[in-house]
Nanobody
Framework: QVQLVESGGGLVQAGGSLRLSCAASGSIFSLNVMGWYRQAPGKQRELVAAITSGGSTNYADSVKGRFTISRDNAKNTVYLQMSSLKPEDTAVYYC??????????WGQGTQVTVSS
């Protein structure tokens, strides 16, 4: 089992910044992908950004150039630096850990609200 704990959400004005953190603990495979997803009210959950254990990254088009995903493998922690936030970024943000040889875990989510 892997436990994921997100932190760093909150209320911010449009144009502002936030940094989300997700700390993983438990039976973590050394080779894995960690990602951030978000779900706005009435919408499907969508991928925001993902990063492999080797450091390769992938971003949704809507956040490219504004968000940066990074990870600290020694701390089993993934970060999402969000800048130039827009009201449409408002959502619950979830952390996900997928092991290359098995396992798919989600965090409990953290609310991000961007006011106009």
């Amino acid at each position: 089992q892997v436990q994921l704990v997100e932190s760093g959400g909150g209320l911010v004005q449009a144009g502002g910044s936030l940094r989300l953190s997700c700390a993983a603990s438990g039976s973590i495979f050394s080779l894995n992908v960690m990602g951030w997803y978000r779900q706005a009210p009435g919408k499907q959950r969508e991928l925001v950004a993902a990063i492999t254990s080797g450091g390769s990254t992938n971003y949704a088009d809507s956040v490219k150039g504004r968000f940066t995903i990074s990870r600290d493998n020694a701390k089993n922690t993934v970060y999402l630096q969000m800048s130039s936030l827009k009201p449409e970024d408002t959502a619950v943000y979830y952390c996900r850990n997928v092991g290359y040889t098995g396992g798919d875990y989600w965090g409990q989510g953290t609310q991000v609200t961007v006011s106009s």
